[in-house]
């Protein structure tokens, strides 16, 4: 089979993935031809305002009474650890990878009716050169990888793409179908939580003669679906057809975020992402990016709706980037059982329960635990956590968010001790303790008299696999929320053995929580810290008492000595150089007083869907 030639191919390429993705033998797999699956968000600021304004146009009936008038709601997908466990992201065909051709059940051929389409010569192939950072070394990068992806056009010199295709990249190329030449592409914007990329070809002749997508409405259930790209197996445009089977809010595998997506049967395979799908009047209905994978299932294909494009479309139209999709910062809990109702005193049917709010959402200004959120901008919120879609359908609370923008205010329902109540809330962007991508590029770190300090992070989980961080992070990682904005996990990756640091050579992966006993926010300020210190050793404190003392002096002095011995550049990351910004100590410290550093837990049962939910 085609998925056991894709499994195949997938298991010799990645040696170590995410813990996240591990948990269990059903997968999300990003369907671009690639080895990795982390991601930088860089976004160029080059200005597309009319350009823009004509993609909006392109998107024929996305907001029509048919597909409910929810679409003015919002949700950032939760970033619900455990179910996205279950998921992984096979990215982009590594080029020089061997697949096995068998057999398959899942038809994906050139149809004779589609042959002659015009609208296949708006969608090209991408080869994408990648170099990712070293999240172990972080002073360097790992070795580069090419890969292929498929993109299709938009108008006005720009193309679409998935952002998995083009992380991480330094070399970007696009050749149109029957071309033999490729034209240099430039990442104008990525969307990591909803896995979209925007591109720009300056060259008119790659633009002659084409004419660009036109984006229809979210398609119904059964409705005919058609998805062309440059997936494995060959070297010409592909095309796989099928129809829809389920629409709902989605576990996006690249962004670790929950969006609305579209599942279909056609066969979708590595090199497919970044394509389209179209309906049966050559609209496309969105961007081909992963396949679930599963001894159980098959034939499971998602696809991203326009309704996301648009959002991602219009955000950076406002913004002249990607800002990113809002999240209220709650945890909720289901109302199903009737005596948890009675006693929360809710008269009807309806309504979820906030169990925790994140100290760093604007909503920690409004809710309250033990609130019942009851509506959504007039939209009822069932007792399940869900809410209207279409005509007879019901889809997840977190939809009504994803169609807001970071910045909107949302008009909230809720029950406070037995009184019905409105309030507003301005949404913002969800701040994670342990980010699951890196902004920027490379990762930060700071090197002293040998010990190098690095913010925890879920690529470099990935990298170290779980058994070498320990229990301790791991459980942070997972469960703990930020408390302010800016908050790091700092650890100690490792030490660079030399007489300055005798005795401390074996620790690894240990978490710094105080210096001079003085908290430690996060690697910034870490560096601040010994950079204006006048004591006469640094002490540093880890987990469980455990103390690291050098001698300052000595440990400085030795710095220029070890950075020239192991062959490294420098003895911090060019974001350390900048002056440290202190305007919020005093606010900061009061909360690391009330709280011992990660002691704001989210419990297995929290992150799980048995009753509980992220919104």
Known sequence: MAIGAANCWFSASIPCIDSRLSLSSSNLLCTSRRPYIYCVSESSESPVQEASKKYKRRFVNERSTEDNTFWKSDGRGSRNKTRLSAFKSIGVQKKGNKGILVDSKEQQVEADDLQDAAFLNAVVKVYCTHTAPDYSLPWQKQRQYTSTGSAFMIGDGMLLTNAHCVEHDTQVKVKRRGDDTKYGAKVLARGVECDIALLSVESKEFWEGCEPL?????????????????PLGGETISVSKGVVSRIEVTSYAHGSSELLGIQIDAAINPGNSGGPAFNDQGECIGVAFQ???????????????????????????????????????????????????????????????????????????????????????DVSVGCEGTVPFRSTGRIA????????????????????GGKSMKVQVVLNSRVHLVPYHIDGGQPSYLIVAGLVFTPLSEPLIGEEC???????????????????????????????????????????????????????????????LVDTCKDKYLVF?????????????????SSTSILKGYGIPSGRSEDLSEPYLDSIEQKIDAVIDQNEYGDIPVSNSDIGFDGLLWA
């Open 291 to 377: 396949v679930y994978r599963s001894d159980e299932a098959e034939n499971i294909g998602y696809v991203i709706p326009s309704t996301v494009v648009s959002h991602f479309l219009e955000d950076y139209e406002r913004n002249g980037k990607y800002t990113g999709f809002p999240s209220l910062g709650v945890l909720l809990q289901k109302l199903e059982n009737p005596a948890l109702r009675a006693c929360l005193n809710v008269p009807s049917n309806e309504g979820v329960l906030v169990r925790k709010v994140e100290p760093t959402s604007n909503a920690s200004d409004v809710l309250k635990e033990g609130d019942v959120i009851v509506s959504f901008d």
């Open 466 to 528: 779980e058994d070498s961080i320990g229990l301790k992070l791991l459980t942070k990682a997972r469960y703990s929320m930020a408390r302010f904005e800016g908050e790091q996990i700092v650890i100690l990756s490792q030490v660079l053995a030399n007489e300055v640091n005798i005795g401390y050579e074996d620790m690894s992966n240990e978490q710094v929580l105080k210096l001079n006993g003085i908290g430690i926010r996060n690697i910034h300020h870490l560096a601040h």
């Open 541 to 557: 404190e880890f987990e469980d008492n455990f103390l690291v003392v050098l001698e300052r002096e000595q440990a400085l002095g």
């Open 397 to 416: 609370f977190r939809y009504l968010i994803s169609q807001k923008f970071t910045g909107d205010v949302a008009e909230l329902g809720i029950i406070r």
């Open 214 to 230: 036109y984006f229809g409405r979210l398609p119904n259930l059964q409705d005919s679906v058609t998805v062309v790209g440059y």
